[in-house]
């Protein structure tokens, strides 16, 4: 008698793919893939088979190609990784992945036609010779920040710590070259002031996503106001957008403000000018010192 | 400052031509007399004997040392305030080092002295402004008068000084009218405005102006019609030495105008919907300010509700990640979405509640669009529109406001953080042409706050996307591959058993097949080896799309898999996937001859189809 019967009520895999258009020579990239099962009711594993015939010696899989799937887990996650090797054409590379479910021991059910469930990955990989600088900005944060605050002449502006979470989709290291914000009043009709970030923003690398920061200084007091943000890569505004922004009285917040660099031009230079005629007073008094003891032995 | 040139009077000239005339013709006659010009007169006289002579010496008047002045400025640019003094100061000395009196009269008709216990009075018809105590010779005699609301605006005024004594008291007939033009007759009374209404055209919203209004007047109109001012005070403290609002502050001031006044007022944002006290003030531009009911009275500063308001880029879907569906055939759970909403009457209500209470949004696939996906239940689609209108057991969403985001009434806005679950159908939007059927769309969510009076915010859609995933996904529904018991050299005739395979996620289905050999001993680890007598090949085994006659099909292979051109399309329900049906046949092979059991595995690989054949 020949017979079969379901033996795994389902399978998927999310996304189906592993893709890229810009990797360049010795480029890695890694994409995880989610394995799922609706009904996890009892162990099994994944065996992964590549089938690339030119290029599978880059693909490899993180986890190994037998990976398990343990009883009551829904979902398991493959890394994918591709590391591009030095020399190779640039071109278009396409192959699959097969995942096929299995028993964790091999066993099928004696006197049937065992049926295991896969799911087949679709590999479409480029690579290219040239660099591309590009990102998208998946999610923004504008929190509350405290209003600057004067100590003695020196006024301390307040600020502004625009979260950005950027997915590197080029294949260089890559930040904004510039976030800016036109702050108006509440009604959004007057214009306050115009910011530009101070810090030096941290670089997602290729294929990357990461969360960044840009610092901005504000000299507003404390209230409501509407900023118009953007985000540059270069010339092209990678993003753009209105927000609300609360300055709150100094000292509501236990967050750290501007130091010295969130001086203006004028009170930077009040503290430096001083300091470096200290000093030149300083190095002159040591030479008239050092030239007086070389006359006296002389 | 008027200088009062007409007001001058010459006679003080005269009254010295008058004293020097006299003194002349004194002087005329003792000179006569001294040089025994009339000698023989007298002689005549002693011839007579003796006679009695008398003369009465007349009281001489006090003479001005210092002429009358306003000791402070009375003009018409810093007139004096009804019910303020005006104050007159000058000084004279007597040759009988008697008392005097500063008499200060409206007119210089001769004035009548006094006595020593009765004022002197001001000449006919004169009007008597001020008179000063008895002020011994030599001092500075000071002489004031209140001034009300029933004088006129412009008074003229002349000084006098008359002896303060009881015999043959006398006025000096020359008078003062001021040194110089900023002390000088006349004075001028400032009246109080009139108010007789005040009120603003609240309500409004935050951000918007409120004029004030006051029906108001003066009556002064000397040189130039006095101006006006309307101070709008938060609280009844303005005061009339400062002419400014207390602690409470200033809401508004109209410009210095005659007449009506209207002051301006742009309401901060934030403010609570609630009233607020508005107090009014007239004040002159002299600083006088109105009296009556009106002054002071509160208008009653409305500030109306405004609807919240959410700006598209602070909301953000599935914090910024592709969206992932993880249940095949199921609810993924534990999407996030993040929405900051913004309202000009605070975050905080007056009763220090929370402002806004409440949202409607939705979850939709970026072509469905945020009108056709506008919140309600009856957009809801589990493929593509998740509204918050449909209850929890259709879709459950759960949104909880930041109890930290809110820190008072100064702050606009509030935070809030959902979470949600996808059906395993919504659709994919990732990749390519060749992935997805909407590849150029993504998943964004539109948002409306709505505030504790229910005014609900424009529905604002996300400026930031994401794309949700493919999930290739398959189930078989088929128990058995219900192949029967066959005789060896014989087939099952057609491709008669059945496989069906469900598309348990969110893409049409194809798959690709493939098998082992069967034989009685097969297991993964030790598969079939290669007898004629024992071993079912693996290509004896045949499928196809429709029940073809066992030799039309595919045969199976162990080592290349077959595509079958499925089609299964994109499943669209919740509760039921598409499906397709594989056809399978068999022969068993003429030269096998061990019966029983046999067995075999086959691999049903799933394969996303092309999107033009998901049925969309």
New interface residues.
């Given amino acids: 008698m020949l017979g079969a019967q379901n033996v795994y009520a389902g399978f998927g895999i999310t996304p189906p793919y592993v893709r890229n258009t810009s990797l360049t020579r010795n480029s890695v990239y890694e994409q995880q893939i989610l394995m799922v099962r609706s009904d996890p009711n009892k162990p099994l594993k994944a065996l992964i088979t590549v089938d690339a015939p030119e290029f599978a010696d880059w693909i490899s899989i993180v986890e190994g190609d037998s990976i398990p799937l343990p009883q009551g887990e829904t979902k398991v996650p493959m890394t994918v990784r591709v590391v591009v090797p030095d020399g190779v054409d640039f071109k278009r590379y396409e192959g699959v992945i097969r995942i096929k479910t299995a028993a964790p021991d091999d066993q099928v059910s004696a006197g049937a036609v065992s049926i295991s469930l896969g799911a087949q990955v679709d590999i479409d990989l480029t690579v290219i010779d040239k660099e591309i600088k590009d990102f998208k900005v998946r999610k923004i944060s504008l929190p509350d920040l405290n209003e600057g605050h004067k100590v003695g002449w020196l006024y301390f502006p307040g600020k502004i710590r625009f979260g950005m979470t950027l997915e590197n989709t080029g294949n260089v290291n890559v930040a904004p070259s510039e976030v800016s914000f036109h702050i108006y009043d509440a009604t959004g009709k007057v214009l306050l002031e115009e910011v530009s970030h101070t810090n030096r923003i941290k670089r997602v690398e290729p294929f990357a996503t990461d969360d960044v920061i840009a610092e901005l200084p504000v000299h507003l007091k404390a209230g409501s106001y509407i900023a118009r943000y953007q985000i540059k890569n270069g010339d092209d505004i990678k993003q753009e957008g209105e927000l609300t922004l609360s300055v709150l009285p100094y000292g509501s917040l236990q967050v750290a403000g501007y130091g010295f660099m969130g001086l203006s031009l004028s009170h930077k230079a009040s503290i430096i000018l001083p300091l470096l005629a200290l000093l030149l007073l300083i190095g002159a008094g040591l030479y008239a010192r050092r030239s007086s003891r070389a006359l006296k032995k002389t | 400052m008027l200088y009062n040139e007409s007001h001058k009077l010459p006679l003080s000239t005269a009254g010295k031509v008058t004293v020097l005339t006299t003194l002349m013709g004194v002087l005329v006659f003792a000179f006569i007399f001294l040089l025994n010009l009339g000698s023989k007169e007298f002689k005549t006289v002693e011839a007579q004997s003796t006679a009695t002579t008398s003369v009465t010496v007349l009281n001489t008047p006090p003479q001005w040392t210092e002429l009358a002045y306003e000791q402070t400025e009375s003009s018409t640019s810093t007139p004096t305030n009804s019910g303020d003094t005006v104050t007159w100061v000058g000084t004279a000395t007597d040759s009988n080092s008697e008392n005097y009196q500063l008499l200060i009269c409206s007119t210089n008709a001769t004035p009548t002295p006094g006595t020593s216990v009765v004022d002197p009075q001001c000449g006919a018809g004169a009007t008597l402004w001020a008179v000063s105590a008895s002020t011994a010779s030599g001092v500075q005699a000071s002489a004031a008068t209140t001034t009300t609301e029933a004088f006129v605006e412009e008074n003229d005024w002349v000084a006098w000084i008359c002896d303060a004594i009881d015999t043959n008291a006398r006025c000096n007939s020359t008078y003062s009218t001021g040194l110089n033009a900023t002390n000088s007759s006349p004075f001028y009374v400032n009246h109080r405005p009139t108010f007789t209404l005040f009120y603003d055209d609240s309500p409004a919203g ?2 918007s102006v409120v004029n004030f209004y006051a029906s108001s007047s003066d009556a002064d109109v000397i040189d130039t019609a006095d101006t006006l001012q309307l101070v709008v005070c938060n609280d009844p403290d303005y005061n009339t030495s400062t002419n400014q609002c207390g602690a409470g502050g200033t809401l508004a001031t109209s410009t210095l105008s005659t007449g009506d006044q209207t002051a301006s007022y742009t309401i ?3 403010t609570q919907d609630q009233d607020y006290t508005a107090y009014g003030y007239i004040v002159d531009e002299h600083g006088h300010e109105a009296t009556g009911a009106t002054q002071g009275s509160d208008s009653t500063l409305s500030v109306s509700n405004v609807a919240p308001s959410v ?4 909301i ?1 879907l599935n ?3 592709d969206i ?7 609810e993924t759970t534990g999407f996030t979405l993040q929405f ?1 909403a ?1 309202d ?1 009457n605070s975050c905080e209500n007056a009763s220090a509640g929370d402002e806004i209470t409440g949202y409607i949004l939705s979850v939709f696939r970026s072509g469905v669009g945020s009108s056709t996906c506008d919140g309600t239940s009856g957009s809801y689609n589990a493929n593509n529109c998740y509204p918050s209108g449909v209850s929890s057991a259709i879709w459950n969403l759960s949104c909880t406001a930041s109890s930290t985001s809110c ?1 008072g009434p ?4 509030q935070i809030y953080d959902c979470t949600f679950p996808l059906w395993y159908i919504a659709d994919s939007t ?3 042409s060749t ?1 997805s059927y909407y590849n150029t769309e993504n998943w964004v969510a539109a948002v409306s706050p709505i505030d504790d009076d229910f005014a609900t915010g424009t529905y604002s859609v996300g ?2 996307g ?1 794309e949700l ?18 005789e060896p050299g014989t087939d099952t005739g057609t491709l008669s ?1 059945t ?1 069906t395979v ?1 598309a ?2 969110n ?1 049409g289905l194809d798959q ?1 097949l493939s ?1 082992a050999s ?1 034989c ?1 001993t ?4 030790t598969p079939c080896t290669s007898s004629a007598t024992s071993t079912i090949p693996d290509f004896s ?1 045949e499928f196809g799309t429709s029940a073809l006659s066992y030799g039309s099909g595919t045969d199976l292979s162990s080592t290349t ?1 077959q595509e079958l051109e499925l089609n299964v399309l994109k499943s669209q329900a919740t509760s039921t996937q598409a499906t397709g049906i594989t056809y399978w046949g ?1 022969a ?1 092979p003429g030269t096998i001859t061990l019966a ?13 189809s092309e999107p033009a054949e998901w049925g969309l």
Avoid: R
């Fill in positions: 935050p951000g901060v944002i934030p700006s598209p880029a602070a953000t914090g910024g990640s992932t569906l993880t249940q095949e055939a199921g900051t913004t000009n820190t100064s702050d606009t806005t990732d990749g390519t992935v400026s930031t994401q995933n493919s999930l290739l996904a398959m189930a078989l529904n088929t128990a058995t591959i219900p192949y029967g018991e066959l058993a496989t469900a348990t996620g893409v690709e098998g069967m009685p097969y297991s993964g680890v085994q898999p068999i068993v029983g059991l046999y067995t075999g595995e086959n691999t049903f690989t799933a394969v996303a």
